[in-house]
């Protein structure tokens, strides 16, 4: 049998002799975000912290000496491009993706400029990198070479987009701007494809130490992609290993020093807030991170809730499918007279003007709800918010809201909803409800009672179910049989 091995990067750029950028830092980055480097070194630059002393591009004849090593082990699941300091980089570049048997995940990083001044990239090749752009899965300019690339200053937001836009429109797949420097509060960056379009905020963090900014993001999206995440969920992923690797960067000597990712990114704090425009509000929403939600039925109609929560449930949601107008109203009033009685937390799906008008505890929306629905109007009534995510595209949309609590799914395969999704299975779930330590977690898609011991012994707050209760025969002797499985495998805090 073949052995399957680790996913391949390469890492198509130029060698920093002092280890500060270029392609060491795309190595380590490649490395500890799980994939192989490979590297197609396309200059030898002399450079320190100070200054660049000397760029040696590679020869024709190198490059394609060590092109012809490398696809003899076969085709990169990702290419990461940066440095490109002649026309022979560029050409056999092109020509190599146009041969390749499929087409390849390339994340181009364009090395124009140094900080210091220096100008990396060639004027010819500046005036022929629009032939690679078609070539492009994502294309990561800073502002200053967005400018430069599109022929006018940048002095706002809207100069930013529209600039993306038109790189997009000149064949790349998607282009993300790196505004690291555009504001003092904030490091945003902007992304744009054929289908979505967003901003990406993070804190900005207080260091010298910030050599290689550009290549541990562009790496990092590249080996996310070799991954086979997707491309918005690549570059939430870049985000995070770059804020990871900021937080752990550290100097050499007296000099500044470079960024350094050393793991996957398992913090909080890493992770953007994303938002459909540059300017973005912070909600608040009642907390219920102290509060455990257990074993959590979503369920129909309201006739469910008298008959659930008299077992002890204390929370549950009503997501209604069929009805509408008054007979809707009616449904949900019914539901939310119930659940006061109990003294339980009930959610209703979707219905956001009707649960805010009869004063529910609280909403849950699914990711295709957040663009309708109003979210400064649920925030104001003082209603909780639960979101549902699948991915980190997903996960970092709703932490620029900061709802009460987060849905991960579907954990295993479920045929209560068609879903794109692959299942997170038990250990992603895990890693969810460890990073995401602001939020309480709710599992959902697919448990039954033969798997919700181990979801509980993930620690999470809610196990969310719709058909394991509901079209079973005798649901009460489920339910009484889950809420002990779940007290008896929760861990112990």
């Given at each position: ?332 009033i019914t539901a939310i007279e119930t659940a006061k009685q109990y003294g339980a937390r009930l959610f209703i799906n979707d219905y956001w003007q009707l649960a805010i008008k009869h004063g529910a505890f609280g909403i849950h929306l699914g990711q295709e709800d957040l663009d309708d629905a ?120």
């Open positions: 049998m073949k052995v399957k091995g680790k996913p391949v990067v390469w890492s198509y750029a130029g060698l920093d002799n002092s280890g500060l950028a270029g392609q060491i830092a795309d190595v380590r980055t490649i490395q500890a975000l799980g994939a192989h480097s490979c590297c197609v070194t396309t200059a030898v630059t002399a450079q320190n912290s100070q200054r660049v002393v000397a760029i040696n591009p590679s020869t024709k004849q190198q490059l394609e000496s060590q092109l012809t090593s490398l696809q003899e082990l076969g085709q990169p699941n990702a290419i990461k491009v940066g440095l490109l300091p002649s026309e022979d980089s560029l050409q056999l570049l092109i020509a190599f993706l146009e041969q390749a048997e499929k087409p390849i995940k390339l994340i181009l990083d364009p090395v124009i400029e140094s900080s210091s001044g220096t100008q990396f990239m060639p004027e010819d090749v500046i005036e022929q990198l629009q032939r690679l752009l078609p070539l492009v899965t994502v294309f990561t300019p800073n502002i200053n070479e967005l400018a430069r690339l599109a022929g006018q200053k940048i002095n706002s937001v809207e100069d930013i987009e529209n600039q993306a836009k038109t790189l997009l429109a000149s064949g790349a797949s998607a282009v993300l701007v790196k505004g690291g420097h555009w504001s003092s509060e904030q490091a945003s960056d902007f992304f744009v494809d054929g289908q979505h379009q967003f901003w990406m905020h993070s804190d900005r963090q207080e260091t010298d130490n910030t050599r290689g900014t550009g290549c541990v993001l562009s790496s990092a999206i590249a080996t996310a992609l070799a991954l086979d995440y997707s491309v918005e969920d690549a570059v939430v992923i870049g985000k995070m290993a770059l804020n990871h690797g900021l937080r752990n960067s550290y100097a050499v000597g007296d000099d500044k020093g470079p960024l350094a990712v050393q793991s996957w990114p398992t913090d909080e704090q890493d992770m953007p807030r994303l938002t459909k425009q540059y300017a973005f509000n912070r909600f608040h929403f009642p907390s219920l991170k102290n509060q455990t939600l257990d074993l959590y039925p979503v369920v129909d109609s309201a006739k469910w809730l008298e008959r659930l929560l008299a077992l002890g449930i204390s929370t549950i949601q009503l997501r209604v499918k069929d009805l509408q107008g008054e007979d809707l109203e009616y449904e949900i109003d979210i400064a109007a649920i925030s104001e009534a003082g209603l909780h918010l639960g979101i549902s995510t699948h991915c980190f595209y997903e996960v970092a949309r709703a932490h620029a809201i900061q709802p009460s609590y987060l849905a991960c799914g579907p954990v295993y395969h479920t045929d209560s909803k068609q879903m794109p999704w692959i299942p997170h299975g038990i250990e992603n779930l895990g890693y969810w409800n460890n990073l995401m330590q602001s939020y309480p977690w709710v599992a959902i898609g697919g448990i039954n009672a033969d798997r919700i011991a181990e979801v509980a012994s993930t620690g999470v707050s809610g196990i969310a179910m719709i058909s394991a209760i509901t079209k079973v025969q005798d649901p009460e002797q489920i339910v009484n049989n889950m809420m002990q499985l779940i007290e008896q495998h929760r861990p112990v805090v």
